[in-house]
């Protein structure tokens, strides 16, 4: 689909936020570093995004104005962003005392443009240090913070600047400012996801080109989502679902149902014993993720056989995060999508990635407008390694099938009363840890398992729910009658950071 609105992307950690913002008002939006305008091309709007640099800085990002301007449409810098063109224009930026971080009241002076329809004073949200210093002759003051401070300005008919951030919540009418930007754009909302699935479905027709597509299923959002798209498409796929072993009760067997249900027959491919005996003896984590990662590639690429063409769900901040970061999460995040294997079939165009521009949300809203039932597009994440990083130390077929049953059960229970929807995740960690208890007459000496539900965004970062006690007392009475092997049952009350979602 055509961008219809650049984001240029100064690092901020809420640009990718600006871009949601942008589509979820009906305009196709897109990341871009700064100086790649030839991936740009013309756009009916560009946003300059905020940054952590500051202007004044030796190698601080820049900005090819001439380029910006002969674009001819409206420009919107935001923080960073602002601060960088006020500089274009003349004018200067200087260090503000204390960063200034938080709710600020804006005043409105001129309502009209960017501020139209909005009340002469309203909640915006800062984070920044530095701000626009000396305006430039020409530039007019469209809105300041109670000590004066220019917060939004226009330097001509198309160029504007706000200090503040209208993509967060937080900013009252965020949303507003946004959209009176765009309709200076003179451009009509294009994006809508029936639209955009439409011309998704016919651009993967075309990139397969009549080749046999292999893709690997795991019953998560992402890959059946994939799955349905390419049957869209018409593809001859060969959609194959590893069976690690790690998976939960049933889980494997549902899979299969589930995607009967979709029209797809899956390849199920047992591998359990691969996978357990590649993790005998281990308890470190890393090294769990390890050789459950490359035993996937393995067992997967054995059974693809040649491949004509792999099909990845791979989603749009996985690709911003490769591109524009080089922290610790992307590098992880980078390895799984591009190992070896896939990277040499990516050389040969013999990768096909159609989720890769869309957001988590967007492709569970492309995954309804596929047809795809509510509950499978709203099932919890759960990750790759499986219960692997549930079950905390060794893993063995006994302690694997412990786990396994209390988490039907504390699963079950969250169904049955309506908190399975509620939270983000859920599930239970068995840990290798052993209490003294009684059964009957009988001291016992057995494991104990940790009970986890969390509320998130985005896991990034997450709270532990509420539960409520006669929810909670249900699983626990169940486990400690029915799973033999657990005489202690617990509720996670941490919070991520400091602690992760999943105990390993
Ligand atoms: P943590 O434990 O890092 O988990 O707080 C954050 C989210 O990521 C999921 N997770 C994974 N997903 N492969 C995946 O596909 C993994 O190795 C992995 N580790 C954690 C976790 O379930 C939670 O949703």
Redesign the pocket.
């Known amino acids: 689909m055509r961008t219809q609105i650049a984001v240029i992307d100064y690092g901020s950690q809420y640009s990718q936020l600006i871009v949601r913002r942008l589509r979820a008002l009906g305009y196709f939006s897109k990341l871009y570093l700064p100086g790649h305008w030839d991936e740009v091309g013309r756009p009916a709007a560009v946003v300059l995004s905020g940054g952590p640099a500051r202007v004044n800085e030796a190698g601080a990002p820049d900005v090819d104005f001439e380029h910006l301007q002969a674009l001819g449409c409206p420009v919107l810098g935001v923080c960073y962003g602002m601060q960088l063109l006020n500089r274009k224009f003349g004018g200067n930026v200087a260090h503000c005392g204390d960063r200034e971080y938080g709710p600020v009241t804006m005043e409105v002076r001129h309502a009209d443009d960017l501020l139209k329809n909005l009340p002469a004073e309203s909640t915006i949200w800062m984070s920044h240090s530095d701000s626009v210093s000396d305006l430039p002759a020409g530039c007019e003051v469209l809105a300041v913070n109670p000590r004066g401070t220019p917060v939004a300005v226009r330097w001509n008919e198309r160029f504007f600047g706000i200090q503040f951030h209208p993509e967060v919540s937080h900013t009252e009418y965020g949303t507003e400012i946004l959209r009176n930007f765009l309709e200076l754009s003179g451009e009509q909302p294009a994006f809508t996801m029936d639209r955009f699935k439409d011309q998704l479905i016919e651009d993967t027709r075309r990139e397969i080109a009549g080749r046999k597509v292999v893709c690997a299923v795991s019953g998560?959002v992402d890959s059946t989502v994939l799955a349905m798209l390419l049957h869209a498409a018409g593809a001859d796929m060969h959609p194959i679902f590893v069976d690690n072993g790690l998976l939960r009760s049933n889980e494997g067997d549902e899979v299969v149902e589930q995607f009967r249900r979709l029209g797809i027959e899956v390849d199920r491919v047992d591998a359990t014993d691969r996978f357990l005996s590649r993790l005998a003896g281990i308890t470190d984590p890393e090294e769990k993720?390890r050789r459950i990662?490359d035993e996937f590639i393995d067992v997967f690429f054995s059974h693809a056989g040649s491949v004509e063409l792999l099909a990845q769900g791979t989603l749009y901040p996985d690709v911003i995060e490769s591109a524009t970061s080089g922290s610790q999460a992307s590098r992880?995040k980078t390895h799984?999508n591009r190992v070896d294997r896939i990277l040499e079939l990516q050389a040969e165009g013999r990768l096909l990635e159609p989720l890769a521009e869309l957001f988590k949300d967007e492709v569970r809203e492309l995954g309804a407008a596929l047809n795809i039932p509510h509950d499978m597009l709203h099932r919890?994440?759960?990750?790759?390694?499986g219960l692997a990083?549930r079950v905390v130390g060794e893993i063995t077929p006994a302690r694997l099938e412990v786990c396994r049953a209390a988490d039907a059960i504390f699963i079950g229970e969250l169904k049955q009363s309506g908190w399975y929807d509620k939270v983000?995740?859920a599930?239970t960690a068995l840990l290798p840890v052993r209490t003294v208890g009684v059964k009957g007459d009988e001291r016992t000496y057995e494991e104990a398992v940790s009970l986890r539900a969390v509320t998130?965004v985005d896991?990034?970062t997450?709270d532990w729910s509420p539960l409520p006690a006669d929810l909670l007392a249900r699983v626990s009475n169940k486990i400690l009658n029915r799973v033999a092997g657990i005489n202690r049952v617990l509720y996670d009350i941490s919070t991520?950071p400091p602690?992760?979602?999943?105990?390993?």
């Open positions: 998560g993720r990662g992880i799984h919890h994440p759960f990750p790759g390694p990083v983000w995740q599930g998130s896991a990034m997450a991520k602690a992760g979602i999943e105990w390993e």
